[in-house]
């Protein structure tokens, strides 16, 4: 299997990957996404980039991959199926891939009534396990259409997972159906726990695909809060909500956080993690030094 | 069955201004069987009406999704076609003078009925989708969305497209939030997610190899709008 990108180069290696997260702004300015990118370049090896998340209108994932590649850091182009149909999905696609994007993540995307653009049509033409296998098909030199492609977009295809769902039978399902369809990496919603962390090694024991676990730091108990009315399957456990909620210093105290989960996450036997700084981009290198996971 | 709700009676005298002698037609189809249709809510609107203007003729037809064949109609003005398709009406001998008909049928019925009338014909009803009563709760449930490509067979005889707020075909997605659809946060309603009951049942009848496999994308070719079928032979 060609490797084309330095990120699934590094999870073939015996390395230890962190993939960090790029917001991108709301109005036309690059300096922002430049910023995170020189917040994050030393200590990722590749950064995904959001696709409108909620369906608050924000930079194109496009856009956003080519500023962070001119400023040195690979992207891994977050493609979600609630705006595009399998024309536009495709396009962008293979679009990207001559702009050389070598990671793609394939999400089923938030439904657009979750956000600011609440009367957008949700178009969900495919959904993650097809445009998984869209991503496949496409790369194999072909379309959907069945034309033949001289030149196949080179990209490694990657999936999300939401490991504290309930059933997570349904959900274990889904990702062996993503696996199928051609996923070659995992990346999950945020954990908080050390036992979904323990759940989730066990549920996908039998799976031969890296899973990174998805670990954000909390910056507050207000946004701990937040998380648990609404990032569906999230738990948090008491000490941390108690260690949050009688912290000194905030920023400390997240960043230790953050650190313990990506070393537990190590110590469960996950070949990386994706780390979502949701705001605290320049405590990333901080993360992982405390975590000792290098 | 077809759900419809009344339009606010602002909306139905704007579209009858001009005229001051109308007729209102209920349906004895499934807007009679969920009462929003049928004779008794035609009274009240005509009553509501009355105090702008003349509701000279009332009463409900048969079905206005299917009335007569059209050649049963031919050669006969308005007002006979009006008593021929009718079931009960009130006020047959002033149908010559009505200017307009207001139909509490759906936007099938509507259709139908204007289509055999020279007379204008408004809807008093908006149309909402094809559905039953929960018989557990206070909500009307849509079930069909009339996809053109059925894949009950498939998911425990619990639709996906009209379920499942995306149309999602392979599971459920990464919202789903104590059984609930994603939208749930969003709106304050519960509604449950579909693929989980689709899930629950295919467990529970021992099939849940039919979730395992990847289920192909929707043609949207079989629900193009507008569409239309051959009639096929021997059908009524």
Redesign the interface.
């Known amino acids: 299997m060609k490797v084309y990108s330095r990120f699934m180069e590094s999870l073939r290696s015996s390395r230890f990957t962190v993939s960090g997260e790029i917001d991108p702004p709301k109005d036309a300015n690059p300096a922002e996404v430049v910023e995170q990118v020189e917040a994050l370049r030393e200590h990722v090896v590749a950064a995904n980039v959001t696709d409108n998340p909620i369906g608050d209108v924000i930079m194109c994932t496009l856009a956003t991959c080519v500023i962070m590649q001119q400023h040195g850091l690979e992207p891994i182009y977050q493609a979600t199926?609630r705006d595009r149909n399998?024309i536009a999905l495709q396009s962008d696609v293979i679009g990207a891939a001559a702009l050389g994007i070598r990671n793609v993540l394939a999400l089923?995307g938030?439904?657009p009534?979750?956000g600011k653009s609440?009367d957008a049509k949700?178009v969900?033409?495919?959904?993650?396990?097809?445009l998984t296998?869209t991503l496949s098909t496409l790369r194999s030199g072909r379309n959907?259409s069945g034309e033949e492609l001289a030149h196949a977009p080179e990209f490694h295809i990657g999936v999300?997972?939401?490991p504290g769902?309930?059933?997570i039978?349904?959900?274990i399902?889904?990702l062996?159906?993503k696996i199928?369809?051609g996923a070659e990496f995992v990346q999950t919603?945020c954990i908080y726990d050390e036992k979904v962390l323990e759940r989730l090694r066990e549920e996908t024991s039998h799976l031969d695909v890296p899973i990174l676990p998805g670990i954000a730091p909390l910056r507050s108990l207000g946004m701990a809060k937040f998380m648990l009315a609404?990032v569906?399957?999230i738990s948090i456990p008491d000490e941390v909500m108690r260690r949050l909620e009688s912290s000194r210093d905030l920023k400390e105290t997240a960043i230790d956080i953050a650190a313990e989960l990506v070393s537990a996450a190590k110590d469960y036997g996950f070949p990386g993690v994706h780390i979502m700084p949701v705001g605290m981009h320049m405590h990333v290198g901080e993360i992982i030094e405390r975590s000792g996971v290098r | 069955m077809i759900h419809t709700r009344h339009k606010p009676l602002e909306e139905i005298l704007q579209m009858l201004s001009g005229a001051t002698k109308v007729a209102v037609l209920g349906c004895g189809g499934c807007v009679a069987f969920y009462r929003t249709g049928g004779a008794a809510q035609v009274r009240e609107l005509a009553e509501k009406l009355g105090e702008h203007l003349q509701v000279v003729s009332l009463g409900v037809s048969n079905r206005q999704c299917y009335l007569c064949r059209e050649e049963e109609l031919s050669g006969l003005r308005d007002a006979e076609r009006i008593r021929k398709i009718a079931r009960e009406l009130e006020g047959f001998d002033r149908l010559e003078e009505v200017e307009a008909v207001l139909s509490l049928a759906c936007g099938v019925g509507v259709q139908n009925l204007a289509g055999l009338l020279e007379l204008p014909v408004y809807p008093a009803q908006n149309t909402l989708f094809m559905g039953r009563r929960r018989v557990e709760g206070d909500f009307d449930i849509e079930l069909c969305v009339g996809c053109g490509d059925c894949v009950l067979g498939y998911t425990g005889g619990i639709c996906p497209v009209t379920r499942c707020?995306?149309?999602?075909?392979?599971?459920?997605?990464?919202?789903?939030?104590?059984?609930l659809c994603?939208?749930s946060?969003?709106?304050g309603e519960e509604i449950p997610c579909a693929?989980?009951e689709i899930?629950?049942r295919l467990?529970k009848l021992g099939r849940?190899e039919e979730?395992?496999r990847?289920r192909?994308?929707?043609s949207?070719a079989a629900s193009g709008i507008p569409r239309r079928v051959k009639v096929q032979e021997g059908a009524g």
């Open positions: 199926c399998r089923t938030d439904h009534r979750m609440r949700p969900f033409d495919l959904d993650s396990v097809l296998r959907l999300g997972l939401s769902v309930e059933p039978e349904a959900e399902i889904k062996e159906k199928e369809a919603q609404n569906p399957g | 707020s995306k149309s999602l075909m392979n599971g459920p997605c990464g919202g789903v939030f104590n059984g994603e939208v946060r969003a709106t693929w989980v899930y629950r467990k849940l979730l395992r990847i192909e994308p929707r949207h």
